[in-house]
């Protein structure tokens, strides 16, 4: 694809609701990381893959957020029983590293999801 | 955990003057990237340096990388209005990425 999507764009969701947040990377490129951003803030990490392996969760705040990428592409953020806390735009990048292991390399980032918890 | 701090949080400059941002971490870092967001938008990546002392040029816009690692700076010669945005730089711990707070640039014309 020309780059990286997400969806839904825009998601309102009722306290205490699940969502899932879907992220669609850039094809072949095998690291992925999840991010969220609250207003005015910086990208805050929250989970990185390596094609399908979760190498590194350690920024999920809770374990109401729940990552997964079971063939190594696409991957889904879930929240669940949301609270207000969460809303945020979350924010999917994708890029592929030149050594194997390292995370370091340019990252393409999608358009994010903004998430509102009501 | 890691922290890469970033100063100053807002600048408002006229069009044509300069600006400069500054990122610093309290440990060596492996690498530094810079990212820009247009209001509304997402990150762009923008450069990525790796040596220590390194400096790169895109075109107004002047990289450094510390000499010991601990901090980098962006320096945009006579800023545009194109230039609006939160300039943000990054790292990576690990497998874990941590970007800086990010510096909100405002260019009045």
């Known amino acids: ?118 | 955990g890691q922290q890469v701090m970033q100063i100053p949080q807002y600048q408002h400059v006229q069009e044509g003057e300069d600006f400069t941002t500054y990122c610093n971490s309290s440990t060596t870092l492996s690498n530094i990237q810079w990212y820009k967001q247009r209001p509304g938008g997402h990150p762009v990546f923008l450069i990525q340096l790796v040596k220590s002392g390194e400096v790169k040029k895109q075109k107004r816009l002047t990289f450094q990388f510390g000499e010991a690692k601990k901090n980098s700076s962006l320096h945009i010669t006579a800023t545009q209005t194109t230039d609006v945005g939160t300039y943000f730089c990054a790292s990576n711990y690990g497998q874990n990425f941590v970007f800086g707070p990010g510096t909100r640039l405002s260019v009045l014309p």
């Open chain 1, 1 to 118: 694809g020309a780059g990286v999507s997400q969806s839904p764009r825009y998601k309102v969701a009722k306290r205490g609701q699940d969502v899932a947040l879907r992220c669609d990377p850039i094809s072949g490129h095998v690291s992925l990381f999840w991010y969220q951003q609250a207003l005015g803030q910086g990208p805050e990490f929250l989970t990185y893959f390596q094609n399908e392996a979760q190498l590194d969760k350690s920024g999920l705040p809770s374990d109401r957020f729940f990552a997964e990428r079971p063939e190594g592409s696409v991957s889904t953020l879930k929240i669940q029983r949301t609270q207000q806390e969460d809303s945020a735009v979350y924010l999917c990048a994708s890029s592929s590293p030149g050594l194997a292991g390292r995370s370091s390399d340019t990252q393409y980032f999608g358009p994010g999801t903004r998430l509102t918890v009501l």
